[in-house]
C-alpha cells in the first residue's frame, strides 16, 4: 500500500500530464473550452436547472441514452455488474428567486445558496421567466444605508413602476433571478465565468462519457447530474435513495475551493492551478477512507493523469450516499473566487479531471 | 409654370425659382430614434479612464467627420462661422485605475484616477471582470474577491472592499507573462462595460447619463444644423481631475474662446455613480431635439 501522504497538504503527483503532442493537447482544450462555455452558458438556479440539463443531453454522444426522475436529475447508466459506481456533478448555480412583486414593481428577493451578496448589488440583472429572460438591474442600496461591504436585503426592478407593468413583461413571484454571464478566456490556459461551481463538474462527466472505452468497463457505473445541491444536496438525497445500499462507492464531481489566491489564508486548500485535480480528501461534509485515496492515487498514476491531494471547505452530493454505506471519494479542480462572478479556473485541469473520472470508471 | 416673358418676367422666374429651391431643399438630417439609441449603446459601451481617453477620442473623430483634437485630447467640431461664439461641451472620461505595481506570481495591483463621490466605488469591481488597456489591446482581468467558502464566518460587518485589496487576475503567474500580455505599469484598467438596456426605453452602465448626454450631443452636431453665428461642439476630457470643470474644458475655452454662451449637455439619472446608472433613452432623445434647437436658433 502506498504511504498515506499528510491531510491538509495539497501535493500534485503522477507523470506530466496527458501531454502526449502539443496538437492533441489542444485539441483536449478546444474540446474542453467548448463543452465548459455551452454549459456556463445556460442558466439554472437551484430549482430551475431544466435547461442546463437539456443543455448536458445535448452534448452527451448519440449513443448515451439519458433518463430524468421525478426530482429533475439526469442519469446516463452503463455496464453491469458489480460493483456500482456512481459520477455526480451537480447542475445547479447559486442565484435568487422572486419571493414577491411589490406594488413599485420591483422585486423581493430570496436567495438560493451561499455567496456574498455584495457581488450582485447594482448590477445587471436577468429574470428567467420560462419563455425568455427578462433584463433589470440589481437595486443599488441607497445613499441612507450603511456603509459596510454587506449590502441591505437585495432587491431587483425591471424598469417599471407598477406591480401590473411587471407583469405584463411575464414577470412573477417563484421565478430565479441571476446577473448576465459569459465564458471568458484568460491568459494562456485560464478562464473566468460565474457558475464553474459546478459546470466543470458537468463537463467532466460530459466528456469523461464521450471518451469512455465502454468496452473496458467491468461494472456498472451511472453518472448522475443532480439538482439543488446548493440548497442542501436535495437532488443527490432522492438518487440516493433510490439506489440505497445497491452503489459500492460514488465520486461527487465539485469545486475545490481553493486557496492559491492572494486574499486566501494558505493554511490549507492551497491546490494549485494548473497543476491537476484534486482529491478533495477531506471537507465538511466527508472524510476519504485512506485506502480508497491510495486507490484512487494509484489509478492516477498509472494513467499518467496529475493528482493533487488537499482539503477544502464545503459540502458535497456524494455525502448524501454514505447513510447507506455507500463510500464517497469526491474529486475536485482547483477554483478561485468561489461563487463569484470572476470564478477562475486552468482549463488543463478540466480536462485532467474528464481523464481521471474516465480512468476511474474504466479501472476501479 | 407659365413662361414669363422680358425683364420683369425674367426676375420673376427666379425669384419663383429661388422660392421652389428653398421648399425642395432637404431639411438637415435629424437623428433618429434608432440612430441616437444606437449611439448611447455605443458610448456606453466604451472605456475612457481619465487621462488615457485616446481610444474613446479616436471613435469619437471616426463619428464625428471635420472633428479635431486638441493637445489634452478634447474633440472638437466648429459649425457655422462669425459671432456670436456659443459653446456646447460634455466630458466623456471616467474614473478608473492604472496598474500600480505587477507581483512575483503575477497579479496587477491598482492605483485610482480621477475623482469618485461614491464611498463603495473600488467595491464595485471586487469579484468582477475588468478590462486592462495593454499595448496590444485590451486583456481581460478579475478582481479576486475571497471564496465564500473560505470565509470563515467573515464578512458581515466588514468595511468596504477597497483598492489597496484588489489584486487584479489576467491569468499570469510570473511577471513576464504579464509583460508578455503588453501589460505593465500605468496600463489603464476599469471595469468591464456590461451596457443593459431594459424595461420602457432604459440603458444601464457606469456613467450612463453622461455618455447618452454625449450621444445626443453627437447626433445633433451630426445633423450638421443650420447654426447662427458658431457653435463649438467639443467632448473634453479629464472632467475628474484638476480644475473645476476638468483640464480639457479649460483647454477648449483657452484656445477657441471666449464663448457667449456655454451649454453643457446633460440628462438626469437613476442609481447614479453605479454599475447600472440608468438613464432614459427617451430623455436622451429629447435632448438631441433641444441641442439642435438650442444651435439653430437666433442667439
Known sequence: MMRLLPLGVAVALGATPLRDAAGQDSARIAETQEVLAQLVESYGVSGAEAPVRARVARLLPDWARSETDTAGNLWVRLGSGDPLVVFVAH?????????????????????????????????????HTGHGDVPGVFLPRDSSAPLTHAPPPLAASVGTATAAATAALGVAAGQTVTMPKRFVRLAGTRATARSFDDRVGDAALVLAVRHLDRARLRHAVVFLWSVREETGLEGARVAARALGTAPARVHAVDTFVSADAPLETPTFGVARLGEGPVARAVDNSSVTPPAALDTLLAVARARGVPLQVGTTNGGNDGSAFVPFGVVDVPLGWPLRYSHSPAEVVDLRDVANLAALVGAVAEEW | MRKVGGRNGGRALTFTGAVLGLLIVPPPDRPTAESLDALALRLAGMTAVTGFEQAMGDSLLALLPGATRDPTGDVTLTLGRGTPRRLAHCAFDEPGYVVGAVTPDGYLTLRRVGRVTDRLFDQQIEGHRVTVFGDRGPVPGVVGVRSIHLARGRGGEDPPFTVDQAYVDVGAASVPEVAALGVHLLSPVAMTRQPQRYGPDLLAAPGAGSRAACAALLAAARARPRVRGTVVVAFTTQHLLGPRGGAGLATVVARQGPFSEVREATLPVRFAASPVETVSLGAARALADDLTRWMERAP
Do not use: K, Q
Not at chain 1, 445547479?92 to 445558496?113: K, Q, T
Open chain 1, 91 to 127: 447542475l445547479d448555480e447559486i442565484g435568487f428567486r422572486v419571493d414577491s412583486v411589490r406594488a413599485d414593481g420591483s422585486l423581493a428577493l430570496e436567495r438560493r445558496g451561499g455567496f456574498f451578496p455584495s457581488l450582485f448589488e447594482g448590477r445587471p440583472a436577468l429574470v
